[in-house]
């Protein structure tokens, strides 16, 4: 069975840092971009970070650009979000996807994301 597994989530303080994994079983991370996702109580869902297979183009949204970093290790079948400066407008249910056109961008249709992890909760309060 292919699916997508989400951890690292949690409480910290505004300030503060967290990383998230997503990491794949059942298939190979190798051939496909991965996307970072968020949603917060009564929002919609967002785009937060999106990875290409071989890592060389990432993207950002406006709102976590110098303060969110993404990365993979493909031979860990792992895709990484290092979440720094987080403020209480970060608290949301992160969700990492999959698809495999290496020509998304955060603006992709959710659609186009063939598997879905269930979420990790991040929580940034004092």
């Known amino acids: 069975q292919r699916q997508l597994v989400e951890s690292g989530g949690g409480l910290v303080q505004p300030g503060g840092s967290l990383r998230l994994l997503c990491e794949a079983s059942?298939?190979?991370?190798?051939?496909?971009?991965i996307g970072w996702f968020r949603q917060a109580p009564g929002k919609e869902r967002e785009g937060v970070s999106l990875?290409?297979?071989?890592?060389?183009?990432?993207h950002y949204a406006d709102s976590v650009k110098g303060r969110f970093g993404i990365s993979r290790n493909n031979a860990k079948n792992t895709v990484y979000l290092q979440m720094n400066s987080l403020t209480p407008e970060d608290t949301a249910v992160y969700s990492c996807?999959?698809?495999?056109?290496?020509?998304?961008?955060?603006?992709?249709?959710?659609?186009?994301?063939?598997?879905w992890g269930q979420g990790t909760p991040v929580t940034v309060s004092s």
């Open positions: 990875i290409s297979s071989n890592g060389g183009t990432t």
């Open positions: 996807a999959a698809t495999n056109s290496d020509y998304a961008t955060l603006d992709t249709e959710l659609g186009a994301f063939r598997y």
């Open positions: 059942g298939f190979a991370l190798d051939y496909w971009t």
